[in-house]
Every structure is written in structure tokens, then in C-alpha cells.
């Protein structure tokens, strides 16, 4: 990102930056700047409610050459996202250059800009850029690239084009979750239509992208969820995005449910299970695996340790293996997230992958950065509960 | 196996076997039959020490065409035998047709021949038998053969000859331990000179092995083992086998454990944990390994889960599997367990792996079927007190 910021406001020592911001931001507002960016930043890990704070600094310049510059139409804010800010988790973000750096001689003061996934709109094209457009579409194919900004300057290899035809929610949405799901399925082991899934976490974004993926191919699905009050139309819900059958962790405890297993698959082996939750119930699941059955991990809600009888390992043939999509796009050429991008906008398009249920939390730009602070913090606290279901996707406006 | 057996004495019920099969052996020495075969049988699963018996049985008659007949020279007892007798083992042996079989016409009594592995001699060749003559020296590819036994009616695909110039200690022992051992150092992941494996239960008979074989192709090693009595002296002789570093499970626990294998593998990633622990010193020693690294479970021996942060998973990207050598074996050709057994006896050849420590229980012919039962009980109550140390090798004479 190229920002033009005085050296003067960002010579500030650390806690003194903040203070430093506001400064920025109220000297823009009397500068009567037609319109300006802002971003949500922190110079420090720690609770998101506490460190994070709205931004607004000046316009890009022109993009350099090989480069463009984009607008951020809708950012998801994703569990993962909290992590980050929180310092837990093992992606780590690079301090945004411009907004770093106070200019030559004085002390950097490292800043960055949160968010991960987000579908931005190409406001300019530098030179030497030829398959790139203004008004065209892209989503980040870098890690931790702050996308909970206005607008940011990138190179052409971390962003990938995405057409159009796609709303915007599936477009915003279509570089964490889906590839996640579509990955788990098909990378361990080869299945066939009619072949069995079993998961927990079913209700969970992944899940249910995975719910989705597998139907789309002939899978059937097992799907474990938590107990709750709307139980039923939960299920109702998971049905209708194609779980074969939903099941409560409660019903997996119980000594009959690996004979109804048995039932619904007749005999079949399960090869497939996914995992997010550990801890005992991801005992229960695994043991209902067949012979030489993989069992694919991507988080661990219960905060409990995956922990299997040995047993299971040598005398069934279990493999464990993780999943980060992150080290996926680490590993792969761009060739290969292309064409992963493109299968997922595929199955958008014919209807076979739904957008999650959202909601939009839309920072305007007559909206001061405290009060735009204020409501990112409210909506990460919300999301932290863990309790709210639909995914946040953060519409950021430019201010004036 | 062909037995020649009256039909009068088998045609018992269950309870009444052991009470005919004394018949059977006084039966026998009142008929002053020169020598005669004995083997290790139960009828149902228990407490070996409950339900072993030294069974005497006729001589074989000579071998149909296209098989041949063995005896038996040396037959480990190794712990997962206790387990099939227990009937807590996957690997389920057959009945033995000959002595489960009264004859026409009445009940079948299932009789199984205790052992798993073993050394034979071959001592007669059926018709169509080309490649084998008396006095090769042959090793069971079939699990479950029944080596407990003083001689045996066998198929050719069900042996492997090996060469009389290895020692009947190291060829008593060559189909379980070492090819456990060696494929665990190169199925799972490409290990070059210099590279790092780390392993729990050091000191046992697979570990044993690990660290030889380990040393013959340059790799290093960090053994763990209990701290005990005579630590010293099983580090020396570990350390004597190629073992790099010996350390207890205490010392593993210890916070500065991690630091000090970082200045042994100067920071290089350690990618093969191998393990027949679990439980909590797993987890520690799970937590040494590197980005890739791969846990391959062969045992259990803490009787705890194999527990581990998911995080290992997802973000390290650990992979965990298990080994069971019956399995390899069911899943290779007879020409790959040829090879296999060829570079084990390569190795030992060029004294790179030496025979395990052991000590030898000898039936004498001239024992009766009681007192020799009482001796194996013994013994294999010695060896389920885990404390024994040496491997037991059965060495039965044929009565007379």
C-alpha cells in the first residue's frame, strides 16, 4: 500500500500513535479532502476490542508500474481474523510500509491493517499491467493482505480476477471457506459418488460449504452439530443445502448410534471425516471411520486435544493430517489457484454453492473513525461469542 | 497342517478337550512311538497362563504334492502373541484343521496353534516342489502359522527360504521386529544422510532395531526411554548400537529439553517421530517434530490415547499414522517381502544388525505334556510383566 502521510503524525512512539490518529484524521476532516481512505489498523497484538481502531488516511497516489489500485467493496471478518490481531495465530501480517514508516531518521512504528479475505474493485491500472481493468473484480490470493481498508495498492500476483456475474457476498467469501471444503474433499483420498463423509462443526462455515461440495458430487454426509434450541430448523437447513443426515453430538454418544451408522451406510466404509472441534466427541466420530480412512483436521472449537486410541492408528489404518488453506496457496502456483478458483466459481454459478448467510456492517463515510471504531470493536465482540452464526462482511466507504 | 489324529479323541465337547488330549499323549507313550510332534494349542481365547496347553500329536505323514513339511527350530514369543491367545488382537489365527476336525459326523472343536513367527527347517518335499529341498532353512510369510509347534504341514507361498548362513537366532526373529522397524524408517517419509528421527520405547525390540538400522544409513537418533535402575548401562549399550542421544522420558519433560535438541540438530527439522508409547510423553516428544513431520504409532504401551493439539496438525502440518506389519505383508507380493527380507539379511550379514538379546526355553522330548505346559505359562507370564527385558525363543523337541 502507498499512502501519502506526514512524516510528522507517525514520528509518534507507540502509545502515543493513536492519539497521533486521531490528529490525522481531524486534520484531514478540516482539509475538506473530497474523499479519503481509512482502514482498520492496530500497532500491536492483543484483544481486538482494545487495539484495533478506524483509520482514515489520505488517497492513493497513481499506482506505480506493474501495480493497481483497488477499492474494497466487502471484507468478511473471519474467526481466523482474531487470531490474528491477537497475535495466536501462526500467520502473521506484514506492517503496512507507508503507514509504518514516519519518514527518514525517526524510529518506524510498525502498523497494520487487518483482514485477510475481501473482493475489491481495480480503480487503476499502472503501467506494464495489460490483463487487468479498471471496474474488474479481484480477491487476494496473499495471506494477511489487510483487507479491511478502502483502498490499497497490490501487485498484479496477489490478487486473481473474478467475474463479475458473481454476487458480491460469493465473490468476498470464495477465498477461505470454499477452497477449504473443496480441498478436504478431494486432496486425501479419492471418493466416489455414493461414497460417505462424516463431519462435526456441520453448521460451521466450512461446513457448510462442505455439505454443499459433497452433494454437488454424489457424496453423502454425516453431519454433527451441538444441540440447541432450534435444532430442528437447523436441520432443516443443512438438509436443504444437502446433508444427508444431521445428528446431534448427544445421538453420537449414545451406544446405538454406530449400528444406525451401519444402517444408513449400509456397511460401507467411512473414509472421510473432518474435524474442527477435537476433544471427545472427535473421539466418537473418528472410531465410526472405516479401514484405511483419513481424518482431516481444520480447527479445534472444543479447545481440547485430538486425542485417539492408538488402536485406531495401527490396526485400522487411520491417517491424521491438518488442513490450512493458507499453506495451500503457500504451495501452489498460480496456475493452481486459478483453476481452484475457477472450479468454485463454477459450481456458484450452477447454483450448486450458496452464499453464507450474512450480514453487512457498513462503515459510511460521514461516520468519524471513533464511531467507526466503535462498531468494528461491537461487531468482533459479537463474533467472539461465538454465538452470532451468520458471517460479518464489512462494507468500508471512503470517507469525505 | 496334516495330522494323522483319531477321530475318537477329538469327537469331546470343549470343556472335555484338555482331559482328552492327555489321553491322546498317554496314549501315545504307551504305544513307544519313536518321536512325535507337540505343539502350543488352545480351544478359546483367555489368560494364556488358563488356557495354553503342550499338546502331543503323531507324526506327520508325508506332504501332499505342492507342499512340504517343517520343523520347527526356533519360534519367538513375542508380546502380540499373549494378545492373539487373549483373543484382543485383530490378527484372528485359523483353526487347525487337522486337530479341530473329530472326523465325519461329529462336532468340530476349534483348535489353534499358538506363534506367529519362526524359524523352520524343511524336512520333506511334496511332489511339484522345485525350489525348495531338506534342510532349507525357512521363515512363515503367513501370519497366524502356528510356529508353537515341533513340525508343521506347510504351502510353499506361505514361507520364504533364508540362507542357513545367518545365525537361527537372527532368523528366528527376522519377520516381525526388523521389517516393523525398517519400513517405518522408509515408508512414510524421504529420510537422507543426516537427517533426525526421534522414537519412544528405545530400548524394545523394534527400537532396538530402529536405531541400527537408522545408524547403517547415516541418520541420527533421539531415543527415549524410562529412567530405571540400570540407566547407564542400557544408555551404553543402546549408544553401543548407534543410538546418537539416549534421554528419559523425565528429561523430555523438562522445559529445556526443546533447546538442547535444537543445538543437537542445530535447528534442522526433525521429520519421523516413531512411537509405541502414546499418552502424555507422545505428545511431548510430538511437539519436537518439524514443519512435515510425520508420527508413526506401532504400539501403546502406556495403555494411554495418542493425544495431540490440533494445532499440530493444521499449522505444522504433522501427519499421523500408523504401522502394523501383518498389514504390509497382506498388502505386498511375494516378490517385494523377498526383497524386504533380503536387505534385512544384508544387514545382518554385514553386522549391522545384530540378533536381539534373548535366552532360550527349551521343551525337551523327554518332558511330559504337563510339565511342558507349566513352562510355557511361565514363561509367558514372565514376559506379561513387560520387566523381562530379553526376548523368550521357544525351541521344541520333538517327544518321544
Redesign the interface.
Known sequence: MNVAFTSRTLSLSRPQLFRGIRKVQSSFATCSVLSANRAVVYTSNGDPSQVLSALTFSNLPPPPPNTVNVRFLLSPINPADINVIEGVY?AKPNPNASLSSSGKGSQDEPVFVAGNEGLAEVTNVGDGVTHLQPNDWVIMTRQQAGTWSTGMNVKPQDILKVPRSLNDVEAATITVNPPTAYNMLHDFVQLNEGDWVIQNGANGAVGQVVIQIAAAKGLKTINLIRNRNDIASLTEYLSNLGATHVVTYDELSDKSFRQRVKEWTGGKNIRLGL?CV?GKPT?LMTRLLGQNAHLV????MSKE????????????????????QS?WYDSKSSGEREKLVETLVGLMRAGKLKEPSHEILTIQGSEGDEEASQKIRHAIATLAKGQHGKKILLKMEETF
Do not use: M, Q, V
Open positions: 501462526p474435524n477435537s473421539t483436521s481444520y480447527g479445534a486435544p485430538l486425542s485417539l486410541p492408538t488402536s485406531l492408528f495401527i490396526f485400522k489404518n487411520l491417517t491424521c493430517h491438518g488442513f490450512w499453506r
